[in-house]
């Protein structure tokens, strides 16, 4: 059947299994928009404020559902407002594909009106990209780009298409989606393993947000079960292993737990999955489980050996690896070297109650006691991202939605849009900073029009936290602008938007008003009024190796 580029980018969506798409209108892409307004039956497009939250909205719709987002922007501003998202699920390996528009094909490389060379900008920043020059391409191309972004080590794909491209005509026949391409591990490197593993004394698991993108986490548990194996998880790994589990021994990195830190210097094997040796997990590279031997599974060859020297390299998807390793190796008890970790841990915890005053703590216990299992929360970046993963219980996949890699200020509100689109059935918490929250605030109107029962909990020190904690550890406590003097008021914010508004001052509001947010069918923000003193701790400087990490301070 003949089609125009518009239609066939809605049905090539459609065989991709899409029914969700994020954007925004505009010039370019005005005959897409008219084909979505067809096949608006089929397929469900999310308006946001603005383009950066709609790939925002698209990422966190990825990260939470298992699925590809797509997000949808004009040429020119539309196209670049794209790019810091492009870039957050770029170093989270997110799947996504984003389709923009462009300029008529003859007005390309002309300075036309709202053009740029987005494939050029977004080349450093995406798995591939395309654009597309010829309508008779336009279908195997849309096939080829879900696939890459899919396949392997997942990661945003965007596909450019001239006006011209959108409107033309040409032969359409439907054809079923690719399968992903697997690597198969070496089964000669998969009895080293099982050899190193049955071998160790004090072994230790490190788990990265691989394990989540492989849907492994059953296996990591199969494993770390068998083999008695104590596991910590990175950042992008929370909920990737069950915090309420005997074997987990905390988050690893700068500000992980402060037995996991100790683990780290005392393994004698140290399984690492999924994960890429972070700066933040490995500061110094160098004394990193310098007295462990290292095994490093992972879809990406290109991360052996990157930041951290290892002894043995796995390639292969992280759910066959574990599988293969949980089958073979022995049956085996390290209760003393677990029971060590805990004791580390019992020893250096990191308290800040202060009286009826709000800590981060109030929040996290409520939390914990209230939010089920398979509810999701997302976060933003700095003081209150670390806050969730250290103290929030984390008992399944895909519950933890938050920029690790590129450390997006602004990426929650999108985010929480997408994870609730996306799972209706869950409730969904974002955790944000006062900062962070004043940067992407305008997608409170996607709440309100979608009625997305998000609850927005502000932790609100009116500072910039984490940027101040470091000018307290190492620049003399020079406060060079962390201190906004912002006088936003959040509810009446709120309500400006059609959004509830609710505020928290004292420890003794925290039960109640979070148990009235969270009985809200609608978005919610809460206010909720912590000391600028509060810090993100454990936490370990950078550069430097587990013996220095940093406990208590002023």
């Known amino acids: 059947m003949k089609l125009n580029g518009s239609d066939i980018i809605c049905e090539v969506l459609l065989e991709q299994g899409v029914d969700t798409v994020f954007g925004y209108p505009g010039g370019a892409v005005l005959n897409i928009y008219d084909a979505l307004y067809k096949y ?35 040429s020119g501003p539309g196209a670049t407002n794209l790019v810091t998202g492009i870039a957050t699920a770029m170093m989270d390996s997110v799947p996504m594909v984003a389709i923009t528009g462009n300029v008529a094909t003859p007005a390309l490389g002309k300075d036309s009106f709202q053009e740029v060379d987005i494939t050029g900008i977004t080349m450093p920043i995406t798995k591939h990209n395309f654009l597309v020059r010829d309508i008779t391409t336009l279908a195997p191309i849309l096939r080829k780009a879900f696939l890459i972004a899919r396949s392997g080590r997942p990661g945003p794909v965007l ?18 989606p690719k399968e992903n391409v697997r690597v198969q591990a070496d089964n000669d490197a998969i009895a080293k393993a099982v050899r190193l593993i049955n071998n160790a004394k004090r072994p230790m698991i490190y788990a990265g947000g691989g394990v989540i993108s492989a849907n492994a986490s059953k296996q990591l548990v199969a494993l770390a079960e068998k083999a008695d194996i104590p596991v910590s998880c990175s950042l992008m790994g929370m909920g990737g292993f069950p915090n309420d589990h005997r074997l987990y021994c905390g988050l690893i990195g700068m500000h992980g737990d402060y037995g996991s830190a100790m683990a780290t210097g005392n393994c004698d094997l140290m399984v690492v999955v999924g994960a890429r040796f972070s700066d933040r997990v490995a500061g110094d590279a160098k004394a990193f489980a310098k007295d462990a031997k290292i095994i490093h599974i992972d879809i990406d060859a290109a991360e052996f050996d990157k930041n951290v020297m290892v002894d043995l390299t796995i390639r292969g998807s992280a759910d066959a690896v574990l599988s293969k390793l949980a089958r073979n190796v022995d049956n085996a008890d390290h209760s003393d070297w677990v029971n060590q970790i805990a004791d ?25 006691k209230i939010m089920r299992p398979q509810d999701i929360i997302c976060t933003d ?17 895909r519950t933890f939605i938050s920029s690790g890699g590129l450390g997006t200020m602004g990426y929650g509100m999108g985010a929480s849009i997408g994870s609730q689109v996306g799972n209706p059935d869950k409730r969904v918490v974002l955790i944000t900073g ?28 009116q500072v910039l936290g984490m940027v101040r904690q ?27 938007f059609g959004v509830t508004g609710m505020r928290i001052t004292k420890s003794s509001e925290v039960s109640e008003v979070l148990s009235a947010a969270l009985a809200k069918n609608g978005p919610v923000v809460v206010d909720c009024r912590i000391s600028k003193d509060m810090n ?12 220095k990490i940093i406990t208590e301070m002023n």
């Not at 001239?162 to 005509?169: E, F, G, Q, T």
């Not at 993100?536 to 013996?547: F, R, S, V």
Request: negative net charge.
């Open 40 to 74: 608006s039956d089929k397929i469900t497009h999310i308006l946001t404020a603005h383009e950066q939250g709609a790939s925002h909205a698209a990422d966190g719709y990825a990260r939470s559902t298992g699925k590809t987002g797509v997000v949808i922007a004009t």
């Open 159 to 176: 596909v450019d298409v001239p006006k011209d491209i959108s409107a033309a005509v040409t032969e359409f026949t439907h054809e079923p």
């Open 344 to 368: 580390w841990s019992s020893q250096k915890k990191c308290s800040q109650q202060d009286g009826d005053n709000v800590t981060p703590e109030n929040i996290f216990d409520e939390l914990n």
């Open 381 to 397: 970046v700095g003081q209150h991202q670390m806050w969730a993963a250290q103290m929030y219980d984390f008992k399944q996949p």
């Open 434 to 461: 006062d900062g962070s929250f004043h940067m992407n605030l305008n997608e409170l109107t996607t709440l309100a029009s979608y009625n997305l029962p998000v609850v927005v909990l502000v932790m609100n020190n």
């Open 470 to 496: 470091w000018q307290k550890l190492f620049y003399g406590n020079r406060f060079s602008h962390t201190d906004p003097c912002r006088k936003t008021d959040f509810v009446k914010l709120a309500q400006a």
């Open 536 to 547: 993100a701790l454990p936490m370990i400087p950078p550069g430097a190796g587990a013996d």
